[in-house]
């Protein structure tokens, strides 16, 4: 009787590491090629596995993209909003918000960069990114949290701070050679000094 719990315990070990290289494989082929491009054959020959295995571990595409998101956010999670609401004063958070932001982005442009742009085809993985777009929000609301209500509530500065945190924005940015915090800089800048309409 023991040793049958002991090979269901080791059979149950072996699925979770074979479905580990199953994500695994999967997520660095986004990072690489990206979602759109990347097959199921892709992962199973990456993973070491058959196509077969595979789909028995994720029988469906939205399964294996959310596992493969959540693991990839586990690894590179974004900045979290206790790393300027604990210890930055609030007319400060939105140059505190978007230094972290922008070295993420540094950091990870390889996979977001291969998201956005495989975002409209693939969507299974517009939903994934539903959760970044609310996560964006926030940041938004908190750099805005220290201007006076008409300039928290109007359209000109709300559209300066939800385009500031865009990846597009520091994509765009980063390709005129300023670094992460002259970037930061000029946006905050620009947010400081927006009309009140």
């Known amino acids: 009787m023991e040793k049958r719990k002991y090979n269901k315990g080791l059979r149950a070990d072996k ?11 999967a997520m660095n082929l986004h990072g690489e090629v990206g979602p ?24 469906e595409e939205n399964e294996l993209l959310g596992a493969c998101s959540s693991h ?3 690894l590179n999670p974004p900045p979290g909003p206790e790393s300027w609401r604990e210890s930055v004063a609030t007319g ?15 950091e990870t442009a390889y996979m977001w960069d291969h998201c956005y742009r495989d975002r409209a085809n693939v ?3 517009d939903e994934k990114m539903k959760g970044f777009d609310a996560y964006l929000e926030m940041l938004t609301a908190d750099m805005l949290a220290s201007q006076d ?21 520091w994509q765009s940015l980063s390709r005129t050679g300023i670094d992460n915090a002259e970037m930061a800089a000029l946006m905050d800048d620009w947010l400081h000094k927006c009309p009140h309409a």
């Open 149 to 169: 209500d008409e300039r928290r509530r109007g359209k000109v500065c709300r559209a300066v701070a939800q385009h500031a945190v865009q990846f597009s924005t």
């Open 92 to 106: 400060d958070w939105a140059i505190a918000i978007l230094s972290m932001l922008y070295q993420y982005y540094s």
């Open 72 to 74: 990839w956010l586990e």
């Open 123 to 125: 969507a299974a993985l």
């Open 36 to 59: 759109a491009q990347t097959t199921i054959s892709a992962i199973a020959d990456r993973a070491g596995v058959q196509r077969l295995t595979v789909y028995r571990h994720f029988p």
């Open 15 to 25: 699925e979770g590491e074979t479905r580990l290289r199953i994500v695994e494989a």
